[in-house]
T-cell receptor
């Protein structure tokens, strides 16, 4: 089946630094990638949708200058948490879809990245 | 807005026991419904889905029926195995977006 990887799996950083998380589709081309955030014992919340070669679409309440998303190729999207603070500590999950909007319901998920900001 | 509510865990069962994980939803229009499973250290994997009312999704012995009248999509399995231990997420897909429940952890003891 389709595989999506994330790197790193865990990261600990100091407050005020920036952290980059990579999401790769390993055996298919991902027209669209999605970034989710999960708080403990809560559901996954969609942060943004990114299409290769264009700007990401952010969900209401998500700061686009805080969470920078780049989808430079059909197999790679990156999420950069800028000037991270302890409240940004969370589990970040990406997913990838091989198709256009008509097939967004077909998403393949990465294993997630645990971010801890000290 | 659209949302999904599923039973809190963890759920602990003995091997070969019957499993039910409840899931109810709130949505406008005609959403599709999904169950995803997440094993330790891995991403969410699609377990089963149903795209319209009265459809039954099934896979690996798991089943769930799309009940529009009760807005539910309960996950069931007749006889669980230790290898079924994982976190299960109920989700709905509507207007190009997924909405997930909070996940239910299942522990199956030998």
């Amino acid at each position: 089946g389709a595989v999506v990887s994330q790197h790193p799996s865990r990261v600990i950083c100091k407050s005020g630094t920036s952290v980059k998380i990579e999401c790769r589709s390993l055996d298919f081309q991902a027209t669209t990638m999605f970034w989710y955030r999960q708080f403990p014992k809560q559901s996954l919340m969609l942060m943004a949708t990114s299409n290769e070669g264009s700007k990401a679409t952010y969900e209401q309440g998500v700061e686009k200058d805080k969470f920078l998303i780049n989808h430079a190729s059909l197999t790679l999207s990156t999420l950069t948490v800028t000037s991270a603070h302890p409240e940004d500590s969370s589990f970040y999950i990406c997913s990838a879809s091989p198709g256009d909007r008509s097939s967004y319901n077909e998403q393949f998920f990465g294993p997630g990245t645990r971010l801890t900001v000290l | 807005g659209d949302s999904v509510t599923q039973m809190e865990g963890p759920v602990t069962l003995s091997e070969e026991a019957f499993l039910t994980i409840n899931c109810t939803y709130t949505a406008t229009g005609y959403p599709s419904l999904f169950w995803y499973v997440q094993y330790p250290g891995e991403g969410l994997q699609l377990l089963l889905k149903a795209t319209k009312a009265d459809d039954k999704g099934s896979n690996k012995g798991f089943e769930a029926t799309y009940r529009k009248e009760t807005t539910s999509f309960h996950l069931e399995k007749g006889s669980v195995q230790v290898s079924d231990s994982a976190v299960y997420f109920c989700a709905l897909y509507n207007f190009n977006k997924f909405y997930f429940g909070s996940g239910t952890k299942l522990n199956v003891k030998p």
